[in-house]
C-alpha cells in the first residue's frame, strides 16, 4: 500500500494475504539492523510463508508489516513503476544520510529515522 507523504510503501495485513515482491536473501545481522533501524514503531517484523513465482517453493520469511491496518494515511495500492519514477532517487540518498547518522546517532533515535523518509522532511531538508 502506498502510504501518504512517505517515500516507502507498506505490507497491510489482509483476508487475501498475497503480497507480490522481493525475496532478499542472504542478508547479515548488520543488514537486519540497518532495515530495523528505519522502520519506525509503526511497523513490525513478522514471519510469514510465501510462494516462489519461479518453482511453486514455500518458504519462511521475515517481512515488516504495517501496524495500524486502518491508518487514514494507507492511500492505494502502491506502484513499483511509478514509485520507481518518482522517489527512488530521493529514497536511496535519504537512506544513505540515515546509514550515516547510524553511525553517529547523537541522541537520534529509531523514530528520526522513519521521519527522514517522509516527503515532507525530505522537502524540508532540499530546501
Not at 17 to 22: A, L, M, Q
Not at 88 to 108: A, L, V
Request: some cysteine; overall charge negative; charged content about 35%.
Amino acid at each position: 500500500m502506498r502510504l501518504k507523504g512517505c517515500l516507502y510503501p507498506c505490507i497491510v495485513p489482509s483476508e487475501e494475504g498475497e503480497v507480490h515482491g522481493k525475496v532478499i536473501m542472504g542478508l547479515t545481522d548488520e543488514e537486519l539492523r540497518n532495515l530495523d533501524a528505519v522502520e519506525s514503531n509503526e511497523f513490525e517484523r513478522v514471519t510469514v510463508g510465501v510462494v516462489r513465482e519461479d518453482n511453486s517453493e514455500k518458504m519462511p520469511v521475515k517481512t515488516y508489516i504495517w501496524i495500524n491496518k486502518n491508518d487514514p494515511d494507507l492511500d492505494g495500492e502502491w506502484d513499483f513503476e511509478e514509485w520507481k519514477r518518482l522517489h527512488k532517487k530521493k529514497f536511496i540518498e535519504t537512506f544513505k544520510e540515515i546509514m550515516e547518522w547510524k553511525k553517529d546517532p547523537q541522541g537520534k533515535g529509531r523514530d528520526t529515522f522513519s521521519h527522514a523518509l517522509r516527503e515532507d522532511q525530505v522537502n524540508a531538508q532540499s530546501s
